[in-house]
T-cell receptor
Framework: GDSVTQMEGPVTLSEEAFLTINCTYT??????LFWYVQYPGEGLQLLLK?????DKGSNKGFEATYRKETTSFHLEKGSVQVSDSAVYFC????????????FGTGTRLTIIP | SAVISQKPSRDICQRGTSLTIQCQVD?????MFWYRQQPGQSLTLIAT?????????ESGFVIDKFPISRPNLTFSTLTVSNMSPEDSSIYLC????????????FGSGTRLTVV
């Protein structure tokens, strides 16, 4: 079945540091890939997405590239801010009609000033 | 993207009782999804709710424990029945948003504590 393996946290970085959160997946066919963010006390928000190989999703300074050859969708940001502190979830949906999201375990990110 | 109103936002319930969670969407959607997020954990799909048919439950979840209604294309409810402390979680509804290009919108969640 579909699965998402995500870098375990928690991750603690200093402000303006470079961020990478690794995500790899197993899926049938060509899934769509997502990163969701959950700020403290809030629900999930879509951060970015990519629907086909080599697509790059980007939003709020975050980027992730759909790498079919390595089945990866790593999240990156060049300079993190305290306000980026949140839990980040990698997720996929298979394009075979099921339409249910499969989530990774989540990575808690804390940015210290 | 679709906007989802979910309520209640939180509740504290006695064991053995039931709680019904409501999700209202501002546009018509075919499928609605109900997820559970246990403390410190990721999201697990409970069931998929289609209008006019019975919900489809994932392995480990049963209709008697989590009955779902889907009376129309903009509304759904999830009931957590005969609650125990192990049911303490955040429950979220979600829909597919065409405007997000096959992305999913989530409600703000219901934080349930069973005592």
């Amino acid at each position: 079945g579909d699965s998402v393996t995500q870098m375990e946290g928690p991750v603690t970085l200093s402000e303006e540091a470079f961020l990478t959160i690794n995500c790899t997946y197993t899926a049938t066919g060509y899934p769509s890939l997502f990163w969701y963010v959950q700020y403290p006390g809030e629900g999930l928000q879509l951060l970015l997405k990519a629907t086909k190989a080599d697509d790059k999703g980007s939003n709020k300074g975050f980027e992730a590239t759909y790498r079919k050859e390595t089945t990866s969708f790593h999240l990156e940001k060049g300079s993190v801010q305290v306000s980026d502190s949140a839990v980040y979830f990698c997720a996929l949906v298979s394009n075979f009609g099921n339409e249910k999201l499969t989530f990774g375990t989540g990575t808690r990110l804390t940015i210290i000033p | 993207s679709a906007v989802i109103s979910q309520k209640p936002s939180r509740d504290i319930c006695q064991r053995g009782t039931s709680l019904t969670i409501q999700c209202q969407v501002d546009s018509q959607v075919t499928m609605m999804f109900w997820y559970r997020q246990q403390p410190g954990q990721s999201l697990t799909l409970i069931a998929t709710a289609n209008q006019g048919s019975e919900a489809t439950y994932e392995s480990g979840f049963v209709i008697d424990k989590f009955p779902i209604s889907r009376p129309n294309l903009t509304f759904s409810t999830l009931t957590v029945s005969n609650m125990s402390p192990e049911d303490s979680s955040i429950y979220l509804c979600s829909v597919v948003s065409p405007n997000l290009g096959y992305g999913y919108t989530f409600g703000s969640g219901t934080r349930l504590t069973v005592v």
